[in-house]
């Protein structure tokens, strides 16, 4: 009920904001197109949003059958903790990129899809992926991939509606003129993303502790989170980039962005996430085998020259 109720009302803020953006370029007009062009949107993400999200990425389906044994232990590792975790087998994927990351996506447990980056795959080993990917599949269970994949969709499409309103903010007969149309280009995807980050931030953390349930080793979770957030601030992902609706997707953000617990951070600070995962599996915080690394300076993650690439992608 708590993250239907979350949800509703994410949805609910985002289309509000998608009239007020079609009111601020048509008038009265404007609201009523918006309106339907936001039930469209949240009728066709529903169905669309993960292939959407999943084609945008390039990712791979793959199972038992691939020729490469990392890639069968990743597999047999996400269904069995699949089953752990009373779930239907997800579609597994893997996408190609040098940032180590991962996310979820999907409308329900029945329909979903976790993905991980080669580099992801590269850089962790076994104990972390299983760790990552419980992580993924506590936010299939939580029921979090729907507003994940919904939000993406929306929130871009407030953002290229704003641009849309500067691009014919000339009109005089348009309500609040140019001044208005500007105000909306930078207002309004600001206004989505606080609405959509206020509402992710929460999620991962409830992820992180379900994920350490799944796997039964909050440890590695704690330790994946280290590594990938050195990693994170190095390897660009430029679909991402491209694409920045779909950070809050990724159990690390694949930006570069900030690192601590604010207004505009799309995830929670990674030492937080860390600290609470270390007093999940009973350690004092600051005692321990995990480090906690975060952004350029990290120094327990080698740097990119130094790295040795292994695997079936070497």
């Known amino acids: 009920m708590n993250n ?4 509703f009302m994410l949805l609910a803020a985002l289309t509000a904001i998608f009239l007020v953006a079609g009111y601020v370029i048509g008038g009265a007009t404007g609201a009523l197109i918006a309106l339907v062009i936001a039930g469209g949107l949240n009728l066709f ?11 945008m990425y390039g990712a791979v389906e793959v199972d038992e059958s691939h020729p490469e044994p990392l890639i069968r232990t990743y597999v047999g590792d996400v269904v069995e903790m699949a089953q752990r975790a009373g779930l239907p087998r997800p579609k597994i994927y893997i996408i190609e990129g040098e940032q180590p990351n991962a996310f ?13 980056t080669v580099g992801l795959l590269r850089m962790l080993d076994r104990r972390e992926i299983r760790g990552v990917m419980a992580h993924e599949l506590a936010h299939v269970r939580h029921h979090d991939t729907l507003t994940m994949t919904v939000t993406a969709t929306i929130a871009g499409a407030v953002s290229a509606l704003a641009n849309i309103g500067l691009f014919f903010g000339g009109d005089r007969d348009r309500p609040l003129g140019l001044i208005g149309s500007i105000a909306l280009a930078v207002l309004a995807p600001v206004a989505a993303a606080v609405v ?15 994920g350490a349930e799944i796997s039964g080793d909050p440890d590695a979770l704690a330790s994946a989170l280290a590594k990938i957030d050195g990693w994170a601030h190095r390897e660009p992902n430029f679909t991402a980039e ?13 930006l570069s962005g900030e690192g601590a617990d604010n207004l505009f951070s799309t995830h929670p600070s990674t030492r937080n996430r860390i600290e609470a995962l270390r007093k ?7 005692a321990g085998q995990v ?4 952004g350029p300076r990290a120094t327990a993650v080698p740097t990119t020259k130094d790295r040795r690439k292994t695997g079936p992608w070497a």
Request: aromatic fraction near 6%.
């Open 280 to 286: 999940l599996a009973g350690r004092p915080v600051g």
């Open 4 to 7: 239907t109720l979350r949800t």
């Open 196 to 210: 959509q980050m206020a509402i992710s931030r929460g999620r991962e953390y409830e992820a992180d502790r379900g």
């Open 242 to 254: 491209r694409n920045p609706a779909t950070a809050q997707m990724f159990i690390i953000n694949p």
């Open 104 to 116: 979820a996506t999907g409308r329900n447990p029945q329909n979903a899809a976790v993905a991980a």
């Open 291 to 294: 480090p906690i690394v975060e």
């Open 45 to 55: 993400s529903y169905w669309n949003a993960d292939k959407i999200v999943l084609r």
